[in-house]
């Protein structure tokens, strides 16, 4: 089935990009020999897995106000007594003009102590490079002395450029040969020190067919000209996302690298968690990414590390009341001898208050288990389901629900139709038709037991009466990351960390809320860079907008231009579909580089293309008058420098947009 599933894969990432012709895929063929180490796996059933499961899940902040969202972080670490799971890993090493002299030589002396270092009896290695096209240069093996002489073989050219998504491709064909083997995880190790000559876009789609085919990524930028923000948004967690300021470096980050993949434990962990009808998911905003089919949230996880992952997401309120932030969930897994395991995940409450009620002196509410051995084939049996009126002692929740029968699922509130105001420069059509509003029929979710039902609210409008839906928008995000957006914002984290956080939930809206609406996302410093053009792909945005890097300068000028091309470099529409086009400058109002006049020039060409501005402002006092030109109006600059505004104000813009 794995094999099967990367194949499918492989054959995407082909459409992607035709591959090389065949003189320039020459592999090295070398001795098979996975296949003297005969197949493990047998006729018989296996038995369970003897792992214990260790879950816990916090929700963070307890008590909140409706439509304002929570955190919840889902802990998981599987106590294995096993040796650790034999892995195929795909060398993918760039060896581009760029890495010429020392460079490719501390690569290769690093690709080759990870090799040494790694037990060739249990692992295999395959190793492939790329310049402008990527090479096989060694299928799967187990044979050290033909792995290591492909690695002494790489050579850079003296011409040529860098396809990091090529190399992504030869990387997942080494993993789809058949010297694949199905009981082994598949890990995918990428160094690179350059710029991706074809654009983002390219490497971020490969990746992700990758990821979810059940490849675990890994990164290395080497040198101060890699593209560390698109290597860490593509690697499978923020820790596989690894950087060497200088090429003798490479070293240490290889040794790291085998020893984490000697601590693997289990491989093929599912982990699905059912929303209660109570609760909206914030699209984009799980780490690492999950499949959300509506109702239910799903990770595919290649590797299970002996140290545990942390898998985090937000959810949005809809009912007032004490709310559970799940309907029953589970891990599946598969341990280093081939033997499955399960558990069924702890849940947790979280009381929803109106606004005006709102405090927020409640610590954090978690759930646990133990990590008891459970029946055959269940891992750290659930206890019973607690009374939902009572609390422990401690003012922990503890509630686990048993996993059996997914319960009736849950429709979610539609909202009828409506029409919304033309963009400026666009005929004006008959006026709106008014608001209809539908209710879907609900049930009480299965952890609580009530007689009457609590007032339902739509996500993200909080207090705002407004429940238009009107034409479908391209929406660009014009996101400002220059080195001053590193300032600290409200809770102390970077404020380009926080504004690409409510951006992805900005992001949500529009794609969740107006049907047929698109959104792309252009990044800002000294240069503007077109990230990701206009689409409906949660995934890509979010995957966009996880690592975002800073660089000197802040071209507000150029990251307009940028944000306006995208929009109209979008595919073509039926000249019927008349689409409300936006675009949303996130910044501080530092500009260098240009004048505020360039900036404001910028704005009003937008403009007059038909295009709305809005401008979040995370700047002082002092460029509210320029910022406020660049929006068209004060009613367009949204102010969010203080307190926790900066997510209030991407919100003020989405409800807008939504509600014109």
């Known amino acids: 089935m794995k094999s099967a599933v990367l194949v499918a894969t492989l054959m995407c990432l082909a459409m992607l990009r035709p591959p090389p012709a065949a003189s320039g895929s020459a592999r090295i063929a070398g001795p098979d020999h996975n296949a003297a180490r005969a197949d493990r796996t047998s006729d ?18 307890p008590r909140v106000a409706i439509g304002d969202s929570v955190t919840v972080t889902l802990a998981i670490v599987l106590d294995c007594p096993d040796e650790p799971l034999p892995l195929d890993v795909a060398l993918v090493i760039d060896r581009s003009p760029s890495m010429k002299g020392a460079a490719i030589a501390d690569a290769r002396a690093a690709a080759s102590q990870f090799v040494n270092a790694i037990d060739v009896e249990r692992h295999a290695v395959g190793i492939a490079s790329f310049h402008n096209r990527a090479t096989i240069d060694a299928r799967l093996s187990g044979d050290r002395r033909y792995v290591l002489s492909a690695i002494h073989a790489l050579e850079v050219p003296l011409r040529g450029g860098t396809d990091i998504a090529d190399g992504l491709r030869a990387g997942g064909r080494i993993l789809t040969d058949d010297r694949a083997r199905s009981e082994a995880g598949s890990v995918l190790i990428l160094l690179s020190d350059g710029q991706n000559n074809y654009g983002p876009l390219p490497v971020l789609q490969s990746a992700q067919l990758l990821r979810r085919a059940g490849v675990h990524i890994v ?137 005006s009620d709102l405090w927020t002196s409640t610590p954090s509410a978690s759930a646990s288990t133990p990590g008891t051995p459970g029946t055959p084939g269940t891992l750290g049996t659930p206890s019973a389901t607690p009374d939902p009126s009572s609390t422990p002692p401690d003012g922990r929740a503890t509630e686990v629900t048993p996993v059996g029968t997914p319960p009736e699922r849950a429709t979610p509130s539609p909202v009828g139709p409506g029409t919304q105001e033309p963009p400026r420069g666009t005929p004006r059509p008959g006026a709106p038709t008014g608001v209809a509003t539908a209710r879907a029929p609900t049930h009480t979710p299965t952890l609580i037991s009530t007689t ?18 009107g034409r479908p928008q391209d929406v660009v995000l014009a996101l400002d990351v220059s080195t001053t957006m590193l300032r600290p914002g409200p809770d102390g984290r970077p404020l380009v960390e926080v504004a690409g956080e409510a951006a992805r939930d900005l992001a949500s809206l529009v794609l969740d809320q107006i049907p047929g609406s698109r959104v792309g996302l252009v990044t800002f410093h000294e240069q503007a860079r077109p990230v990701v053009g206009l689409t409906d792909d949660h995934g890509l945005l979010s995957s966009a907008l996880t690592a975002l890097g800073t660089d000197q300068g802040s071209r507000i000028d150029r990251g307009l231009a940028a944000a306006l091309a995208a929009i109209r470099a979008g595919p073509d529409l039926p000249a019927a579909d008349h689409r409300y086009a936006a675009i949303v400058l996130v910044t501080d109002g530092e500009v260098v580089g240009a004048t505020e006049a360039a900036v404001i020039a910028r704005a009003e060409e937008a403009r007059d293309a038909g295009v709305t501005v809005w401008v979040v402002d995370l700047g002082d006092a002092s460029h509210r008058t320029f910022l406020a030109e660049v929006a068209g109006g004060t009613q367009r600059r949204i102010h969010g420098a203080q307190g926790d505004r900066i997510v209030q104000a991407l919100r003020t813009v989405g409800n807008r947009l939504r509600c014109p």
């Open 44 to 61: 018989a059933t296996p038995a369970p897995s003897p792992c214990r499961a260790h879950l816990t899940r916090q929700v963070d902040p």
């Open 219 to 355: 990164t290395v930028a080497l040198g101060g000209a890699a593209d560390a923000e698109l290597l860490a948004a593509i690697a499978s967690s923020p820790d596989d996302a690894l950087r060497a300021p200088f090429s003798r470096d490479l070293r240490p980050v290889f040794a790291r690298i085998a020893e984490r993949m000697a601590s693997i434990v289990a491989r093929d962990v599912d982990v699905a968690d059912r929303l209660p009808e109570s609760m909206g998911y914030v699209r984009g905003s799980s780490r690492p990414e999950a499949t959300f089919d509506g109702r239910s949230l799903a990770w595919r996880l290649p590797l299970m590390p002996l140290g545990g992952v942390e898998l985090r997401w937000r959810l949005r309120p809809t009912e007032l009341g004490t709310q559970p932030v799940s309907s029953g969930g589970e891990i599946q897994f598969v341990d280093s001898l081939g033997r499955p395991g399960s558990a069924a995940l702890p849940n947790g409450r979280i009381e929803v208050v109106a606004p």
């Open 452 to 469: 009457q039902r609590s007032p339902r609210y739509l996500p993200w409008l909080g207090s705002a009466a407004c429940v238009r839906v």
